[in-house]
């Protein structure tokens, strides 16, 4: 039986999508793509280029790629296309396998080499090959944003864009290639095409699921929340057995506060696919967020007996312990999530901050100057840096140690140079909330709670512990609820 080419770009699950090019792989343009469908029927005669020997090869290729082993398909391709280097079949399949182990990994050679493979597969197959089309658009889409530039994304544009202009492109075969184009412009940031087209390919394939996700997810990206709603229910009621679109919905609901919708649709998720991981994480970080934590670090605990080798996971088990206020176990949780990465800033940063909850000193003082040696752009760290050596009593060693940040002037000072210079003594209290930036809601609070700690962590080490804590409650009514300063104000009136 003839081998037919898999539509898998139809089925692909991943609707945010950036990619493109490298200069050396973009398609000719001169030459017009042939719009007919690359799926071979039954009785149409068999292509003399292919050694039907390989059949089994190419469609254990197929398999490799549909169940997600792309290095087991990239191997078997490889396989067919030593004996026969004109095998355009095999190209294709290891096109497809490369760009996305690529995407999957980050590995933007990968990706150049996926698109290569698609450009042989064209050239051996001048006609009846759009579908040979769809993952160096992919590719191309995703290489943009690997190696920043948006031109790559720009040609898969162009590219589908001739495409799209044959009259004979009908059907399944449009709608790929709509969506195709749709992700491209998304990669170029033209949003409301992207829209456009998303919902030209659902029109046209009610049932496309790329097409559906892609829309819901661009509708939420543009602030457009009822319309994206819509989309997100209309995908669900397309696809009512799927885990990933009632995931999909709950991490939109997660966004916009609906904690409660968003566990409703992560536990069905999860009663549809028990093993989904995603699901799992998602449904306890809401339920973190919630309050609920104990219910949250079953769901992390849970995720991690699934795949152990998930840090993120650990981190987020280890955040909700903190909350809840096992300051042993965060710590254990926050030394494993760096036994996976020694080289991680912000985890280095989160074990400092549990230690200094645990009144560790010289151990988060430590696990402080690691964050800050790892990645200087961390410049949040710096008042802590400053508070922990206070607490130490080397406040002289602290002005020597930062003393090049101390002296930044007014004009160029972040906020959190605003909060070092007053833990140096180098403005007053008044200055510090002059500095609060009141004209944006959105910094004004967390600025707000990070005065309040700081302020009454100087209090509290000049012995001065009632009011201290008057400022430590004042943190507390932030609405900032996983700043370290709330946490840290959290901590304080508990001791």
């Known amino acids: 039986m003839p081998y037919k080419i898999p539509k898998w770009l139809n089925l692909f699950l991943t609707a945010v999508c950036i990619a493109v090019v490298g200069d050396n792989l973009y398609a000719d343009d001169e030459k017009k793509p042939t719009p007919e469908s690359a799926t071979q029927t039954p009785n149409a005669p068999r292509d003399p280029n292919l050694n039907p020997a390989h059949d089994q090869a190419r469609n254990d290729a197929d398999q490799a790629h549909r169940r997600g082993d792309h290095k087991k398909a990239i191997e078997l391709a490889t396989g067919v296309l030593v004996e026969n280097p004109n095998d355009h079949v095999a190209y294709y399949l290891r096109a497809s396998a490369r760009v996305e182990l690529g995407i999957a990994n980050r590995d933007a050679a990968l990706v150049r080499q996926g698109i290569a493979d698609t450009r042989e597969a064209i050239r051996l197959k001048p006609a009846d090959n759009l579908n040979y089309f769809l993952p160096y658009l992919y590719g191309m889409t995703n290489l943009a944003s690997l190696e920043n530039k948006k031109a790559h994304a720009e040609v898969a544009v162009k590219i589908a864009d001739q495409l799209i202009s044959q009259p004979t492109l009908k059907g399944e075969d449009r709608a790929n290639a709509l969506y195709q184009r749709a992700l491209a412009h998304s990669a170029t940031q033209d949003n409301l095409k992207a829209v456009q087209d998303f919902q030209a390919a659902v029109k046209i394939s009610s049932q496309h699921l790329g097409a559906r996700i892609g829309l819901a997810d661009t509708l939420a990206a543009i602030g457009q929340n009822d319309a994206a709603l819509a989309a997100y229910d209309e995908t669900v009621k397309s696809f009512p057995n799927m885990a990933l679109v009632y995931n999909n919905r709950g991490m939109f609901q997660q966004g916009q506060g609906r904690f409660g919708e968003a566990v409703i649709d992560f536990t069905k998720a999860l009663e549809l696919d028990p093993q989904f991981l995603v699901a799992l994480t998602n449904r306890g970080f809401t339920l973190m967020n919630m309050g609920q934590f104990e219910e949250a670090e079953n769901d992390f605990s849970e995720s991690l007996k699934i ?16 909350s809840r206020g096992d300051l042993d176990g965060a710590i254990k949780d926050y030394n494993d999530v760096l036994k996976w990465d020694t080289k991680n800033a912000v985890g280095h940063a989160e074990l400092g901050f549990a230690l200094f909850f645990a009144s560790k000193m010289p151990e988060a003082l430590a696990a402080f100057d690691k964050a800050y040696e790892l990645d200087p752009n961390l410049r949040f760290m710096i008042p802590w840096r400053y508070l922990t050596m206070l607490h130490l009593n080397q406040k002289a060693q602290a002005d020597t140690k930062l003393a090049a940040d101390i002296a930044i002037p007014a004009p160029k ?6 909060l070092l210079v007053y833990l140096a003594d180098k403005q007053t209290e008044a200055d510090l909330r002059k500095a609060i930036n009141t004209t944006d809601a959105r910094a004004a609070d967390p600025q707000t709670c990070e005065a309040e700690f700081f302020i009454g962590q100087r209090k509290l080490l000049a012995g001065q512990k009632d009011v201290a ?11 900032s609820t996983q700043l370290s300063a709330y946490r840290g104000a959290k901590w304080a009136l508990k001791k």
Not at 469 to 479: D, G, I, V
């Open 413 to 418: 000072r972040q906020w959190g140079d605003a």
């Open 307 to 322: 795949n152990a080798a998930q840090p993120m996971v650990i981190s987020l088990r280890a955040g909700s312990k903190l």
């Open 469 to 479: 804590k008057t400022h430590f409650e004042a943190a507390m009514k932030s609405k």
